[in-house]
């Protein structure tokens, strides 16, 4: 299986894409970005779950939502940060999984709509 590679880095990836059309080129683009948002959201459930085994008391002794708001947004950027990297590997699993079905129907994904931020 020949590797995922949007950015253009993996020669062998760049051969076996020279023979899509530009429609199944701009699927596997939408693809990309979907999985990597997906990846992103996951990673951000995973970042908050964890984060609600840490104990939520200050030093003044009481729950501070201020600190609970800033860390959720911490999460959300280290999430988005570490899926766009491509370290983490879910993205590049789903992109493996989901490529003959999206090649198998380009001209219908290629025009579905995957620009919006997703929330967990």
């Known amino acids: 299986m020949v590797p995922i590679d949007p950015a253009g880095s993996n020669p062998a990836a760049n051969t076996a894409d020279a023979n899509l059309t530009p429609v199944q080129k701009q699927a596997l683009a939408k693809l990309h970005d979907a999985a990597q948002q997906f990846e992103g959201v996951f990673l951000e459930i995973l970042m908050n779950a964890m984060q609600d085994t840490v104990p939520q008391q200050s030093i003044f002794g009481q729950d501070d939502s201020s600190e609970q708001t800033w860390q959720g947004m911490l999460n959300d950027e280290r999430s ?22 999206v090649l198998g129907d380009a001209a219908q994904e290629a025009h579905t709509d995957v620009d919006r931020r997703i929330e967990p």
Do not use: D
């Open 80 to 101: 988005q940060a570490i899926a766009k990297s491509g370290t983490f590997g879910l993205a590049q699993q789903l992109e493996e999984q989901l490529r003959p079905q």
